[in-house]
């Protein structure tokens, strides 16, 4: 089955990119953590859910805001890195269950705010897991995904084709207006954008893409360069480097 696959895939790149990836977004700037507090509407009072959370990078700082956080993830070694991370910040208000995003393994209306972060382009099924997040959340609680996207079907076509190269679990980024109709039934729409800037060096030192996709990865970037079709304002400045584009949208069930 195509899920069971995707599932399989998801595992083995996740598992080995635990680590380096944990490393990687360790670094993050705080503004981005922030935007995504800011805009999920976080305060003390909030119970949390962390959808896809990886190694508790976002979960662990919404947990020095939220009254308490629970982090769901497919991958035990993804959990495993944030149960670390959780001991190094000396954080008590967080739970971490090993668990799929569809369908979650929590009652209807058991968080008041529900998140998940560069996630969604991994999928099979956006729809069915959007409902998911919106089905576990309150009445009158902020569902809110942050993810890369696109902006047009051929955008989106060539962009899922470079992050194959590098990534074999990447499925599809969507396009802004797809992610947009994912909120069509929520109230209180709020959009915020960044770009994420990455080297393309220290970006494939990180992954674990097929035999050759490297190579095609950096190809590809290149080619790009003055072109933008991709989306991505690949250069050349003192090596090759891109920036992912990144929407927050979150809106209130």
Not at 30 to 51: F, K, P, R
Not at 207 to 226: E, L, N, T
Request: net charge negative.
């Amino acid at each position: 089955m195509v899920v069971d696959e995707q599932r399989r895939l998801i595992l083995d790149q996740f598992t080995r990119q635990a680590v380096p990836f944990s490393e990687m977004h360790a670094r993050d700037d705080a503004e981005i953590h922030q935007l995504l507090i800011t805009t999920a509407g976080i305060t003390s009072v909030d119970q949390v859910l962390d959808v896809a959370c990886g190694p508790g990078l976002v979960a662990c700082e919404v947990a020095k805001v939220a009254g308490h956080v629970t982090g769901v993830d497919l991958t035990p070694a993804m959990i495993d890195q944030a149960r670390t991370r959780q001991r190094s910040l000396g954080l008590v208000n967080l739970t971490w269950v090993l668990g799929d995003a569809q369908p979650l393994p929590f009652p209807d209306a058991t968080f008041s705010r529900v998140v998940t972060r560069y996630s969604f382009h991994h999928f099979s099924d956006p729809r069915g897991v959007f409902a998911e997040l919106a089905r576990v959340c309150r009445p009158g609680g902020r569902v809110t995904v942050c993810d890369v996207f696109t902006t047009s079907p051929q955008q989106a076509e060539a962009y899922d084709r470079l992050e194959r190269f590098r990534d074999p679990s990447h499925t599809h980024a969507l396009q802004l207006a797809e992610l947009e109709e994912l909120f069509a039934g929520l109230a209180d729409v709020r959009r915020e954008f960044y770009k994420y800037p990455v080297r393309v060096n220290e970006l494939l030192s990180r992954s674990f893409p097929d035999a050759g996709g490297a190579d095609a990865f950096r190809h590809a970037v290149r080619a790009d360069i003055g072109i933008n079709a991709l989306g991505i304002d690949a250069a050349n400045n003192s090596g090759l480097q891109f920036s992912f584009p990144v929407v927050i949208l979150s809106g209130v069930k």
